[in-house]
């Protein structure tokens, strides 16, 4: 992630089954399947999928909350506790410097990373460029975006 031309980061939920793409576990038209091979991923020891990590946190925010008359509050059902950004990067960037960005996030936010993928093997054909392959390449990080009692951070 070079210090030329940096863009900006923006977290928003993450989609139960976003695993399925990220892990290129779907069949996809803008795939460039002969260059998925130098995709990489990192994903934290307890990260199965999105849908997972919200049912963990769920639980604990379950664990940690009583009302009152001392019965168990469940997680909103629009709470958003795992957030995702997608960075752009190109050909040389390193997991390395992704899993710094994800540090930089934890220490920042408190977010803790539960997975990273890179994708160097989307893009499109440009119609205007006689139909040359434009690569779109980037980064997906998803976090758990609360603390230990399964509170927004």
């Known amino acids: 992630m070079s ?13 139960f089954g976003a695993e399925e793409h990220n892990r290129r ?43 009152k008359k001392g019965t168990h509050k469940n997680l909103p059902s629009n709470a958003t506790p795992i957030q995702e950004t997608v960075l752009v990067i190109n050909e040389n960037t390193t997991m390395d410097e992704l899993k710094d960005f994800a540090r930089m996030v934890q220490e920042t936010w408190g977010y803790r990373p539960l997975a990273i993928y890179t994708h160097l093997d989307e893009g499109h054909k440009n ?19 609360t603390d230990s009692n399964g509170d927004s951070l």
């Open 127 to 145: 119609a205007w460029n006689r139909g040359e392959w434009i690569p779109n390449r980037h980064a997906h990080l998803i976090f758990d975006s």
């Open 25 to 67: 576990e779907k069949d996809l038209d803008y795939i460039r399947k002969d260059l998925s091979h130098l995709n990489r991923t990192w994903e934290a020891p307890d990260f199965v999928s999105v849908e997972d990590a919200r049912k963990k946190v769920a639980d604990k925010y379950y664990e940690h909350h009583t009302t």
């Open 3 to 15: 210090k030329k031309g940096a863009t900006s980061s923006r977290f928003e939920a993450a989609k």
